[in-house]
């Protein structure tokens, strides 16, 4: 057996060197390894060259594959030369082998955009952002601070008389259902428990849980017809429009109706998937809004296209009867609570009835459009882009989906905006602004979704222009805040009349007041609601049996000295308290008490208490 050594090139072979070889080739690339010299003498003195090629000439060809097998086996029987390295076999090159499928695979990569599939972390991001616009909100609506205004201090003052009424069975001194906007059992009631426990801020927290209650709803129920980032946007706009501001502080029907309106508004829309019996649930709840005041009837109609237009997908033709259904539950829940109660009077004389005013439609139109445009604006915007794409998905796998049918999405475009005119076009009819501010903020509630629409469409894609979402937010808080605290100080401060009153009132005297329900509201424990005559409307009986009203009402009675305390404050009603002013002064009988100054938005005033001698 012919020894064998590893060769440096891996081929794992040895040929003899041939008689009369040339030697190593210095120029191999091999020469260089740290080998001494370019031969190995085996055993039997035989010399084998390290550096043969499988080249022709002095170097033997390529041995047969057996040989080459049997010659690699022999290497392990030989001692390895120092300093060579170990190195595999050579094996003759065969073709290629298929190229093996790598054993880690890339995951394919999501698409870029909003997922289209809801996620846990999506729905906790959505909420806590929801959580900050109601704190905005809060702060902005318990920034305002003033005494209470005329209409709070009448419901509060009904609402402590009603459960007097229905606790110990007194006496009503007036007939409340037959001039209040709303059913005098219902939210005076409740506002009174507030009050009773925590005073005026008690009766406006009341208010202030009610529209935060309002925004939530407006978020939930917009999520489920359209996504996250319009309901997130619906609600940061609504939430800083003064009416919202406002009634989150004001201790008045509305922000109670309000919130039961968008309470049966989220019955309808998330049970747009159950059975036609489920939508009932909202007939109550409905129902019960108009009970707390009566201008909600304006919009059950809204409500009811709602459950038509949201169950369309689903049910098609057959989400008609969902809207019949509902239209028949509030109808003989109505009729009932009609029959039942006395409150009809109430709605002729403060809804449907109402005196007409002298107001201009062009000078309503502006007011409201000062109130509450910017928003309507962005939601016209909204509901045109909308109607012209319907793809509410950033997602490129919701490239080809449209959303809901053409049809369908003008539909809800123009009942929802349409519905934020409902009130100015209302009163304008009546050519009164009286309320109009409140109102307002009823029709934004429906408007508010479009409205978050058209931020989401202004931002863009993937929030490309973000800055313009975020000037617009800021304009309408800065508005909001403004015409918030504008309206907060309509009123004067009533705190410094209230402790000159105090020594002067008790339940004998006869009273004549400008706004005297908050005088009645303060010190309803020394004084009430009988006692006290307005200046807008006196019907004043003398000695000998004549009825005298108006102007002259009031000379006969201050001539013969029929009230004890006299309060003006030349706001309510200036042409009358100028007449009473003038009488007061030149009548013997009075004396002028004391005179209290006091600012408001529109500037500076006083207040003039006159006293019987």
Not at 28 to 34: A, H, K, R, W
Not at 381 to 397: C, D, L, Q, T
Request: charged content about 15%; proline content about 6%; glycine content about 10%.
């Amino acid at each position: 057996m012919e020894p064998s050594i590893d060769d440096p090139r891996g081929r794992g072979y040895r040929v003899p060197q041939q008689q009369g070889g040339t030697g190593p080739d210095h120029n191999d690339p091999y020469y260089d390894m740290g080998w001494a010299g370019g031969q190995v003498t085996g055993p039997e003195q035989q010399t084998y060259d390290l550096y043969t090629t499988p080249a022709t000439g002095p170097y033997a060809p390529y041995p047969a594959p057996e040989q080459q097998v049997q010659q690699t086996h022999q290497i392990h029987q030989v001692a390895q030369a120092p300093h060579v390295p170990q190195q595999r076999s050579w094996q003759e090159p065969s073709a290629p082998a298929a190229e093996a499928e790598p054993a880690y695979r890339i995951p394919p990569t999501p698409d870029a955009g909003w997922d289209m599939a809801h996620s846990r972390r999506r729905g906790w991001v959505s909420r806590a952002v929801l959580l900050c616009v109601l704190a905005i909100q809060a702060v902005l609506s318990l920034r305002l601070d003033n005494t209470a205004f005329q209409d709070e201090a009448l419901y509060l003052y009904a609402g402590h008389m009603q459960l007097d009424h229905l606790l110990h069975g007194a006496e009503l001194p007036v007939d409340y259902n037959a001039y209040f906007s709303g059913s005098a059992s219902l939210y005076p009631v409740l506002a009174a428990l507030a009050d009773s426990a925590f005073g005026l801020a008690g009766a406006r927290a009341l208010s202030l849980a009610c529209m935060l209650g309002t925004t939530a709803l407006l978020y939930s129920f917009t999520r489920r017809m359209f996504n996250e980032r319009v309901a997130l946007a619906a609600a940061a706009l609504f939430a800083v429009t003064q009416s919202t501001i406002v009634l989150g502080n004001f201790a008045t029907y509305d922000a109670a109706a309000l919130f039961l309106l968008t309470l049966a508004t989220w019955i309808v829309v998330r049970t747009d998937r159950a059975r036609v019996a489920a939508v009932l649930l909202a007939a109550p709840v409905a129902a019960l809004a108009v009970g707390v005041k009566y201008a909600a009837a304006l919009y059950l109609p809204t409500v009811l296209v709602l459950a038509v237009l949201t169950a369309w997908p689903h049910r098609g033709k057959r989400s008609l009867w969902r809207g019949a259904a509902l239209a028949a539950g509030i109808v003989a829940l109505l009729g009932i609570a009609l029959l039942a109660s006395d409150v009809l009077t109430g709605i002729q004389k403060t809804t449907t009835g109402r005196a007409h005013g002298t107001e201009s439609a062009f000078d309503l139109l502006t007011r409201s459009a000062g109130w509450g445009g910017l928003l309507f604006a962005t939601a016209c915007v909204g509901a045109v882009s909308y109607a012209h794409r319907g793809r509410m998905n950033e997602s490129p796998r919701s490239l080809s989906m449209s959303g809901p049918g053409r049809r369908r999405r003008v539909m809800i475009g123009l009942v929802l905006c349409g519905t934020a005119l409902l009130a100015p076009a209302y009163q304008m009819y009546l050519g009164t602004g009286v309320s109009l501010f409140k109102h307002i903020g009823f029709g934004l509630l429906f408007a508010a979704p479009m409205a978050g629409i058209g931020v989401s469409r202004l931002v863009g894609a993937h929030f490309r222009y973000p800055q313009l979402g975020i000037l617009l937010w800021v304009v309408m808080l800065c508005v909001g805040l403004a015409q918030s605290t504008w309206r907060f100080g309509v009123w004067p401060n009533s705190t410094q009349l209230v402790d000159v009153l105090r020594p002067y009132v008790n339940d004998k005297g006869r009273y004549l007041g400008d706004a005297h329900e908050v005088a009645v509201y303060y010190l309803r424990e020394q004084t009430g609601q009988r006692q006290w005559t307005p200046t807008d409307n006196i019907s004043y009986q003398d000695s000998r049996g004549a009825t005298h009203t108006g102007e002259d009402g009031y000379k006969r009675a201050l001539d013969d000295g029929w009230f004890d305390l006299v309060v003006l404050d030349g706001l309510s009603t200036g042409g009358t308290d100028a007449v009473i002013a003038d009488n007061l002064k030149a009548n013997p009988r009075y004396r002028l008490l004391a005179t209290i100054p006091f600012e408001n938005s529109s500037g500076t005033g006083t207040y003039r208490v006159w006293t019987k001698r």
